[in-house]
């Protein structure tokens, strides 16, 4: 990582720098997280209530799709930087994902929706990396980290728009949960138009210059350290912080109506989507390891005021600090990878990237899962906050040299 000097004040004009490109694929990230957004919002309250499963069978089921999606974004990753293409591997997952959406309302019982969560995960698996690699293709090294911050803000703002509509949905249809599931077909199959559509591939992209040499995964081997370091953070980041399902099954367990459950992820990602590209403006002209450390801070500040929560406004308050953490370093986790990789392994980065993030959540849930059944929510949350602290603490300790980009 390198420590930048630079005056911290946002360029208001870097957000209309920005190539049509990113704006496209933010876009269609934020249709498709309204989608998924829409039913996870509700699902581990369907698992629990209406099919009857158990706190470790929504932490298995969680944890086991986004793992899924991990392992297959390193496949994705190598096929584009071997095809030279990113966009046929983006309509792939987006369309995957969308033709899933129609089973969560059909589902008679748990295997049903771990197998559609199952199948959407994939899909998001195939576009993860080639959609990440894809911005770094397209956008001016100076301008990735406000790049990345407004994909993945625009990402956060359909994250909370899905559960917005899910919260009217459940009022206007009674909870009925199954009606509110067959409305999230649609942003999904706007968000494929909009890849098929309105995203270009460079004609001559960074990762196609000169002749092609056949990529395998040896080609990891040529990663430097400093991008074997920020896959280390990441992972440890993703450790601490377990999946998002919890917060929704902690809203309901402090006594949140079932109809207003989702507006636990209402708040999270509204302020996680205000967070995210001024984060990432920051990022380009900060300190990385000062908006980590803050970062690491309000993790540990929402898992304790998670814990604690006894009533439905602590917990959202919880939520907030959890959406400030997710909005400062999601967008510069992915930044370090673009800057630390080689060009023509991005999407290789990319991939591995998420899949040792993924490893790491299905632990992570999983544990949470046992905790939770075991010992109670509130312990679930405290061993979050102690990890996330011993996670502050060793990167506090660490010093890193400068290192340039690759």
């Known amino acids: 990582m390198t420590e930048k000097t630079e005056q911290i004040l946002p360029d208001r004009g870097a957000v209309r720098a920005l190539p049509a490109g990113v704006w496209a694929l933010g876009f269609a990230s934020l249709f498709m997280d309204m989608s998924s ?3 996870h919002s509700l699902l581990p309250v369907f698992l629990t209530t209406v099919l009857g499963a158990g706190m470790v069978a929504v932490g298995i089921i969680e944890g086991v799709a986004e793992a899924t999606a991990s392992i297959i974004k390193v496949f994705s990753g190598v096929i584009s930087d071997r095809l030279g293409r990113r966009k046929p591997l983006l309509i792939l997952g987006y369309g995957l994902a969308a033709i899933t959406k129609p089973v969560f309302p059909l589902a008679g019982s748990v ?9 959407d995960r994939i899909g998001k698996g195939i576009r993860g990396a080639p959609r990440d690699a894809l ?7 100076e301008l990735r980290g406000a790049a990345y911050g407004l994909r993945q803000s625009l990402d956060s703002a359909g994250a909370f728009f899905g559960p917005l509509l899910a919260v009217s949905l ?3 249809l009674a909870d009925d949960i199954r009606a509110v599931f067959w409305v999230a077909t649609v942003p999904a199959l706007i968000s494929v138009s909009l890849i098929v559509f309105a995203v270009r591939e460079p004609e001559q992209a960074p990762h196609a210059e000169g002749p092609r040499k056949p990529l395998t ?5 040529r990663l430097p350290p400093t991008y ?3 896959v280390l953070l990441g992972a440890v980041f993703t450790l601490a912080r377990f999946s998002e399902a919890f917060l929704v099954l902690r809203a309901q367990d402090v006594g949140i109506a079932l109809a207003w459950v989702p507006a636990v992820m209402i708040v999270m990602n509204v302020v996680y989507t205000l967070v995210s590209y001024p984060a990432g403006m920051l990022a380009d002209r900060m300190s990385h390891r000062a908006l980590l450390f803050a970062g690491l801070a309000l993790l540990v500040i929402a898992d304790l005021v998670l814990a604690a929560a006894t009533t439905p406004y602590p917990a959202l ?11 400062l370093t999601q967008g510069l986790l992915a930044k370090l990878i673009a800057d630390t990789a ?3 392994l991005r999407g290789t980065a990319f991939g591995i990237f998420n899949l040792i993030g993924g490893g790491a959540l299905l632990l992570a849930s999983v544990v949470a899962g046992v905790l939770w059944t075991v010992l109670g929510a509130a312990a679930t949350f405290l061993a979050g906050a102690v990890f996330a602290a011993i996670a502050a603490t060793g990167l506090l300790a660490y010093r890193p040299r400068p290192v340039a980009p690759a």
């Open 217 to 221: 995964f040896s080609g990891a081997r």
């Open 342 to 344: 080689p060009a023509e």
């Open 228 to 230: 074997w370091f920020v």
């Open 37 to 39: 957004e829409l039913i």
């Open 111 to 119: 295997a049903w929706v771990f197998g559609a969560r199952f199948v």
């Open 170 to 172: 459940m009022l206007l």
């Open 135 to 141: 911005i770094a293709d397209i956008t001016p090294p």
């Open 317 to 327: 308050i919880g939520a907030a600090f959890w959406g400030v953490h997710m909005g």
